[in-house]
């Protein structure tokens, strides 16, 4: 199973970018979280976000592509990352949010 992994700024621009994913291919989206820039403290710092999400690896490049280009439309695009293999270590952390919580199997790390 592949992994696909799009950094934007906001939270807006993260729920539009995972419905573009998920209606581009045949993935699952499996987090919407937030990442903390080093320098979050101060005021002017947008809120960093990440979309995670599963399929094939072919399903996984067709909708990084579509996600990240709609992020880039919108002028809110970090970086984006696709991982073709992950290991199952690699998995059940993708599924993980901010605060350790896996909300699709419900667990705690």
């Known amino acids: ?33 937030k990442n903390k820039p080093a320098n979050a403290d101060t005021a002017e710092v947008p809120l960093v976000m990440v979309v995670k999400f599963e399929g094939d690896a072919a399903a996984v490049e067709s909708a990084l592509e579509a996600g990240s280009a709609e992020a880039k439309a919108r002028g809110m695009y970090i970086t984006s990352y696709l991982i073709a293999g992950q290991s199952p270590d ?18 705690d790390k």
Do not use: C, P
């Open 1 to 33: 199973m592949a992994l696909g992994m799009i950094e934007v700024y906001g939270f807006t621009t993260s729920i539009v970018v995972a419905d573009r994913v998920a209606k581009t291919s045949d993935v699952k989206v499996v987090a919407i979280d």
């Open 90 to 107: 690699i998995e059940w952390f993708a599924h993980l949010d901010a605060t350790g919580r896996d909300k699709l199997r419900n667990t």
